[in-house]
Structure formats: C-alpha cells, structure tokens
C-alpha cells in the first residue's frame, strides 16, 4: 500500500520574490494559474506549474487529452496537437514567468514574434507535454525566451518566443 503526499502549493502572491531568493520545486495548481493568466477553455494550455524561479524560468504540465476540441477536426483519422498550440502552451508558461517580474504584475502579455521555432516530434492524445521556458531578456514592454517542450525525455518543440508588454 502506497500514501500519497500532497506537494506544496504556493499562491501567486507568495511568488513575486526578489531575483536574490530562488523559489524552486513549487507547484501552481489551476486556481493559481488562472490568477496570473487571463486565458480560460478552451484556450488555457497549462494545467500546472511544476517549477518556477522568480526572474528566470518555469516548467509547466499540459496533460494531453483525446477530448480536447481542436482534435475533431486536426486530425480526425490520426489526432495530432496543432503546432501553434503547442507554441501558445510554451507562451502561457513563459507568461507566468513574465508576470511575476518586477513592475510586471498588471501588465499582459503579447506575441511579438517568434523565432527559431522547429517541431521534432507529434503531440497526441495521452501524452503529457512537458513544457520549460527560461527568459533571456526582459525590458520595460518587451521580453525574450527560450521555450522547450517535451513528451517523455523527447523534444516535441523549441524556439524563442518575443512578447511586447502591455496594461491589463
């Protein structure tokens, strides 16, 4: 017989810490991530935050369902996770990065552009996307990251993904 124990949780007031105070292996469960993204079904792509360090990277979790409604029609016979999804997954993650950073907290983020971006394997239903971004540049309206997804050890997707700053 087995026991489960429950993982830390923390909220997002609990994160905006200074770059000096590293806060890793901590879990943002759905309440959390609502709380900091304005997206909602259909459009949340991250079901959890796995890792977070203030200032630099996070690593969330988008479990892969056959339910999910862009599969009945890409593709019907042979279901495969649109690429852009996948990019839109990496860019929600990124954005919690983003809004946890200084002065950043009220404001939303948008695609700039995107770069570099290359697809290595499908995502299909069953699988669970494990989804890293790390920030190289923030500024004032802009920011740079680097975003990597993953399916079991396996790189589905990387690229940079640029974001243009803007008030909520």
Same mark, same amino acid.
């Given at each position: 017989?087995?026991?489960?124990?429950?993982?830390?949780?923390?909220?997002?007031?609990?994160?905006?810490?200074?770059?000096?105070?590293?806060?890793?292996?901590?879990?943002?469960?759905?309440?959390?991530?609502?709380?900091?993204?304005?997206?909602?079904?259909?459009?949340?792509?991250?079901?959890?935050?796995?890792?977070?360090?203030?200032?630099?990277?996070?690593?969330?979790?988008?479990?892969?369902?056959?339910?999910?409604?862009?599969?009945?029609?890409?593709?019907?016979?042979?279901?495969?996770?649109? #690429?852009?999804?996948?990019?839109?997954?990496?860019?929600?993650?990124?954005?919690?990065?983003?809004?946890?950073?200084?002065?950043?907290?009220?404001?939303?983020?948008?695609?700039? #552009?995107?770069?570099?971006?290359?697809?290595?394997?499908?995502?299909?239903? #069953?699988?669970?996307?494990?989804?890293?971004?790390?920030?190289?540049?923030?500024?004032?309206?802009? #920011?740079?990251?680097?975003?990597?997804?993953?399916?079991?050890?396996?790189?589905?997707?990387?690229?940079?993904?640029?974001?243009?700053?803007?008030?909520?």
């Amino acid at each position: 017989m087995s026991t489960l124990t429950e993982e830390p949780t923390i909220n997002s007031a609990e994160l905006n810490t200074d770059s000096t105070n590293s806060v890793t292996n901590q879990i943002l469960m759905i309440e959390d991530i609502q709380k900091l993204l304005p997206h909602r079904y259909p459009f949340l792509l991250v079901d959890r935050i796995i890792d977070f360090v203030p200032n630099k990277s996070a690593t969330g979790i988008k479990n892969v369902t056959f339910n999910e409604p862009f599969f009945q029609g890409h593709f019907p016979e042979r279901p495969i996770m649109p #690429g852009v999804l996948i990019v839109e997954a990496m860019a929600q993650v990124g954005g919690i990065v983003l809004r946890h950073l200084p002065g950043m907290e009220n404001q939303l983020s948008l695609f700039a #552009g995107i770069d570099k971006v290359r697809f290595r394997r499908p995502v299909v239903p #069953g699988d669970r996307l494990t989804i890293t971004t790390e920030l190289l540049v923030a500024r004032k309206r802009f #920011g740079k990251m680097h975003g990597r997804a993953e399916v079991d050890g396996q790189l589905a997707c990387e690229g940079e993904l640029m974001f243009s700053l803007v008030n909520l």
